[in-house]
């Protein structure tokens, strides 16, 4: 069973910075693809961005380009979220999640690929 600790969040300013990390236990890490969703108020969750297992490619939906960066340290077990430039349409409860199969791509997005997912760490960006 893979267990995913999410921890970084809290209270920022408008343009701040926030690192994400997503401690990982249960399992190979190497052997997981390893994304990260969010939550806004009211709203469905949603896809932020994702790395491959094996070629560790990455992929973001496509309003974050540029600001969010996603990595993962396989020594450590620990995957991250670095979020620059927040704006309040960023406030959200973030959730890291997990899959033991090597997605394609397009599939990477999809919510229902991941079979592991953590508690959420909450994000609120204001003034």
């Known amino acids: 069973q893979v267990q995913l600790l999410e921890s970084g969040g809290g209270l920022v300013q408008p343009g701040g910075s926030l690192r994400l990390s997503c401690a990982v236990s249960g399992r190979a890490f190497t052997g997981l693809t390893m994304a990260w969703f969010r939550q806004p108020p009211g709203k469905d969750r949603e896809f932020v961005a994702a790395?491959?297992?094996?070629?560790?490619?990455?992929s973001y939906k496509n309003s974050l380009k540029g600001r969010f960066t996603i990595s993962r340290d396989n020594a450590k077990n620990t995957l991250y979220l670095q979020m620059n430039s927040l704006e309040p349409d960023d406030t959200a409860v973030y959730y890291c999640?997990?899959?033991?199969?090597?997605?394609?791509?397009?599939?990477?997005?999809?919510?229902?690929?991941?079979?592991?997912w953590g508690q959420g760490t909450q994000v609120t960006v204001s003034s």
């Open positions: 999640a997990a899959t033991v199969r090597s997605l394609n791509t397009s599939s990477l997005a999809g919510e229902k690929e991941y079979e592991y």
């Open positions: 790395v491959k297992r094996s070629t560790n490619s990455m």
